[in-house]
């Protein structure tokens, strides 16, 4: 059996200890030691996204990721959006947020923290991004129920005029 290790990890802006077992990924300390549920434990195997955090500003499949391997590394989970959006002079949720909900962009919403998280590294890497960069972004994030058009639409109107980052 493995023993437990003691983990600092850079967490939507604040440092935190933890202490998980060894084997532990990144998404088992976020769910179930830090209680950050919004990043959903879905296929445990990196096919279907919804895991998905940023580390670095990148995605990342945090269900694949040994927890040990991002210290050192800023994690932004779902629950770090908004915070993050009004500390730079926003308000409310991050344009994207706004955007899945303007467009209805969602039915049961498992996909949509791991969906937004890759939409939002693709516009603040590609501000302006066309319907195939947008595809391809979103390709490692599954969705069962909308047929991806609002979603697509959501991003598309989160990189119009004023809805996506400045």
């Known amino acids: 059996m493995g023993g437990m290790r003691a983990l600092t990890l850079r967490i939507n802006g604040d440092e935190v200890r933890v202490a998980a077992p060894d084997h532990w990924t990144l998404l088992e300390v976020l769910r179930y030691q830090l209680r950050l549920t919004g990043t959903k434990q879905g296929c445990d195997k990196g096919d279907c996204g919804a895991c998905t955090v940023l580390l670095d500003g990148r995605p990342v499949l945090s269900?694949?990721?040994?927890?040990?391997?991002?210290?050192?590394?800023?994690?932004t989970t779902i629950e770090g959006l908004a915070p993050?959006?009004?500390a730079r002079g926003g308000e409310g949720a991050d344009p994207v947020q706004e955007a899945f909900d303007r467009t209805g962009a969602l039915q049961c919403g498992f996909c949509q923290p791991g969906?937004?998280?890759?939409?939002?590294?693709?516009?603040?890497?590609?501000?302006?991004?066309?319907?195939?960069?947008i595809r391809a972004a979103l390709?490692?994030?599954?969705?069962?129920?909308?047929?991806y058009e609002q979603i697509y639409q959501a991003v598309e109107l989160a990189a119009a005029g004023g809805e996506g980052r400045d």
Not at 63 to 75: D, M, N, T, Y
Not at 119 to 132: C, M, T, V
């Open 115 to 133: 969906m937004i998280l890759s939409a939002r590294a693709l516009l603040d890497r590609n501000p302006h991004p066309d319907r195939a960069e």
């Open 63 to 75: 269900c694949l990721l040994p927890a040990a391997l991002a210290e050192g590394h800023e994690i």
């Open 84 to 86: 993050a959006h009004r």
């Open 139 to 147: 390709s490692g994030n599954l969705c069962r129920c909308t047929g």
